[in-house]
């Protein structure tokens, strides 16, 4: 327990390697990967950068208002739809990425750059 908001030099300094490696492909110069990728648009830019080809599934360009979490979550389903259509296994989900879990943002990153 305790662990999930703690955050180690190591996971400092991964989040920002990996934030300048995603912010390489996306059009927002995000200064955090849990804020950055929250309601799944940049994370879509990133795949679709990465896939050379649209995602598959529905987008939604601005989440706002009341739709704003269902929106992201439906942003980031797409993606991580995706990414597992390209055959990378993908073991975190939009909640988690959404919620801003470091680690499991850190971990999908890091097998997005492996691939």
Not at 13 to 20: C, L
Not at 43 to 66: D, M, N, S
Not at 88 to 113: A, E, R, Y
Request: aromatic share 6%; proline share 4%; charged share 20%.
């Amino acid at each position: 327990f305790g662990r999930r908001n703690h955050m180690t030099a190591f996971d400092r300094d991964a989040e920002v390697v990996f934030t300048d490696w995603v912010n390489s492909y996306t059009t927002d110069n995000m200064a955090s990967l849990a804020e950055g990728l929250k309601d799944g648009t940049q994370l879509l830019v990133l795949v679709e950068a990465l896939v050379k080809a649209p995602a598959i599934g529905p987008k939604h360009p601005e989440p706002k208002g009341i739709f704003y979490k269902t929106h992201s979550l439906e942003n980031l389903d797409t993606a991580l739809r995706t990414i597992k259509a390209c055959g990378v296994d993908v073991t975190c989900s939009p909640l988690q990425i959404h919620d801003g879990d470091l680690n499991s943002i850190l971990g999908l990153v890091w097998k997005l750059i492996l691939h």
